[in-house]
């Protein structure tokens, strides 16, 4: 991999955290608001989070880390892939939330901790191979 290739995928890593940051805050801020003043279940309060980051990073993510226009042909293959892999990354979520509190009997913010570190990592390296690769971006 030539240098060039190697600072341009260093960015995208960059964005792509920046982007995760901005949907960590808005997940995180529905899991809790959803758990603490609605008294909603934390498996579902963290689902909920997760669908509207998902909404979210996608455009985040077209737009700004891979920068790929919407005049772009296969947006909508893009979607499905998106989608696709952020399912993979819910269910993911999901399973160590219910691990962490239904079987190690942790509070919902230390599984959603774990997830925090285990889900970014699937998600980024099926997007970077797979959702928004061109034939001109390899990782």
């Known amino acids: 991999m030539s240098g060039n290739n190697r600072l ?3 960015r995208k890593l960059i964005k792509y955290a920046v982007v995760g940051g901005v949907g960590t805050l808005v997940h995180w801020g529905i899991l809790i608001g959803l758990v603490e003043g609605f008294g909603t279940e934390p498996v579902y309060a963290t689902s909920i989070g997760f669908i509207a980051t998902v909404i979210l990073s996608f455009y985040l993510n077209l737009y700004w880390t891979f920068s790929i226009r919407a005049h772009s042909a296969g947006i909508a293959g893009r979607w499905v892939r998106y989608v696709l892999v952020s399912v993979g ?15 190690l009997n942790y509070g919902y913010l230390f ?13 980024y390296v099926l997007h970077s191979v797979w959702t928004f690769r061109t034939e001109s971006t390899r990782i």
């Open 89 to 103: 990354g819910l269910l993911l979520n999901s399973g160590l939330m219910y691990v962490a509190v239904h079987l």
């Open 111 to 123: 599984g959603q901790s774990v997830s925090l570190i285990a889900v970014p990592v699937f998600n």
């Open 8 to 10: 341009l995928n260093m």
